[in-house]
């Protein structure tokens, strides 16, 4: 509660209102009314996050902002929220990327205009309550039906082989999730209660803890996607409209890497230190192998998805050397991935409204008729490399420093990462927007429309601002990651 306004259910169910009225009154003959009212409703949620960022203390790793309702009380569930210094931006960012997704399809998509809003706001307010949940029931279901729009948003507005896709990931995600289901309720049996809180505190033996900790990592690994179970991922994007594939790669990667923080971790502390060598090795596969396949796509929007997949195996790396710079430097690349990622699939939305080709052989000398779209794409594809000043740069330095610290090799391997995204992200730049203009589409081209630099300037001034003065971000974060990381130092055995 803030000043006794229950701010993290008005940031939930706002926006799932707002598309549930739009799903039962839009049609595509008010399509301009349908627009007008999901960028309303997708505006007033993100303006209900804001508070929770100016109004939090950042002095204290408690949760803050919580509200609690009993909802099962014989089975210990109760509808409890609350968010801190590791949940609190990704309420914000799932809110504001939301608008963005908004924006970006207001005159790109024309059919079924009100089934695709309601989606993406009801999609929102699932992920926002996936990072607000204090009890675990409630999170396995907030963590589960944000399946059914992504599916629906894939399977419908997606590309030729959009079905084959849609339930790829359908599968993976949902095959992966039930084991965690069967730790939830042996969690509950265990402490009589689904308060997560409860579950940290729980003392358990290390088969247990080993047992716990590899069912949620079916989960998490999964919707990250780790290394070797990400194969869904790239035929997601590849498939996924505009909206869908920002969505995807800026807040879905992070409702896994999220839960590593919120259940893995703390409630299976002896196993985490246990299996971190199996994590490192995975994460870092991740970071060096996926960075290689990156470097040979064709395909714009595949060679970002190998790109994301290459930097959240960057995340868990940080979170498995329990070492606060690389785990402070983790979420932070969580956050700025979001603003990087996003803007990138924006920009080859961008030209694919223009051209309806993804192909990268399909451009070139694009600079020559869309001078403004390539110096924000530049800038999109500099942060991905991860270029000082950007906001790709600091969570990539402060994991690489505390990798360094933990382990020279590991911190080398690591490093890495800088030169395939510099090499992947700069030859796909190079060859489609410099050179001559060999093909009629380019010759043709508008540049970026009112609406469309809007959305792509503010994206930049996020990229920018978090790259000049991470402060906020780090003061956020500090204490509640301090206050995990002495969490898990200490053994439960």
Request: hydrophobic content about 60%.
């Amino acid at each position: 509660m803030y000043n006794n306004i229950p701010l993290l259910s008005l940031a939930i169910w706002m926006p799932i209102v707002f598309g549930v009225l739009i799903m039962a009154v839009g049609n595509d003959k008010n399509a301009g009314s349908v627009r007008g009212f999901a960028l309303l409703g997708s505006v007033l949620s993100f303006l209900v996050t804001i508070p929770l960022v100016t109004g939090f203390d950042t002095s204290t790793a408690k949760l803050q902002f919580v509200e609690k309702l009993d909802w099962i009380p014989a089975f210990g569930a109760s509808y409890g929220l609350g968010v801190d210094g590791l949940s609190v931006w990704f309420v914000l960012l799932t809110a504001l990327i939301t608008v963005f997704v908004v924006v970006a399809a207001w005159e790109v998509i024309t059919e079924k205009v009100a089934q695709y809003m309601a989606a993406f706001l009801i999609l929102s307010g699932l992920m926002i309550g996936v990072f607000s949940a204090t009890d675990g029931l409630l999170f396995y279901v907030f963590f589960e039906a944000t399946l059914i729009p992504m599916y629906i948003i894939v399977g419908i507005w997606g590309g030729p082989n959009r079905i084959y896709a849609a339930f790829k990931f359908f599968l993976y995600t949902l095959l992966g999730s039930l084991l965690t289901l069967v730790a939830i309720i042996y969690l509950q049996s265990k402490s009589g209660t689904f308060e997560i809180a409860a579950w940290h505190m729980l003392p358990l033996n290390m088969m247990e803890q080993v047992l716990i900790f590899l069912a949620f990592l079916m989960a998490f690994a999964v919707k990250v996607p780790m290394w070797p179970v990400h194969t869904w991922l790239p035929d997601a994007h590849v498939e996924a409209p505009t909206g869908g594939s920002v969505v995807l790669a800026a807040i879905m990667l992070k409702l896994g890497a999220y839960g590593f923080l919120r259940f893995s971790l703390p409630i299976a502390p002896d196993a985490s230190h246990h299996l971190a060598g199996f994590m490192i090795t995975l994460s870092l596969i991740a970071v060096v192998y996926i960075g290689v396949v990156a470097l040979v796509q064709k395909d714009m929007k595949k060679l970002v998805a190998y790109s994301s997949i290459a930097h959240m195996g960057f995340v868990t790396l940080g979170f498995f050397m329990f070492q606060d710079l690389a785990m402070q430097g983790a979420i932070i690349q969580m956050i700025s991935h979001g603003f990087v990622s996003g803007a990138m699939f924006l920009c080859i939305g961008v030209l694919y409204d223009r051209v309806h080709s993804r192909e990268i052989a399909a451009y070139g000398g694009v600079v020559n008729t869309m001078p403004k779209f390539a110096a924000l794409f530049l800038l999109f594809a500099m942060a991905n490399s991860g270029l000082p000043a950007t906001s790709g740069f600091v969570g990539e330095f402060l994991v690489i420093l505390g990798a360094v610290k933990f382990n020279f090799w590991i911190g080398l391997l690591a490093a890495t990462t800088l030169i395939f995204g510099a090499a992947y992200s700069l030859w796909m730049y190079k060859r489609v927007v410099f050179g001559d203009v060999a093909n009629d589409d380019v010759k043709d081209l508008q540049d970026v429309n009112t609406r469309e630099l809007l959305m792509l300037g503010a994206m930049a001034v996020l990229v920018l601002a978090m790259g000049l003065y991470p402060k906020p971000f780090t003061d956020v974060l500090q204490v509640s990651v301090d206050a995990l990381l002495q969490h898990v130092a200490q053994s439960k055995l």
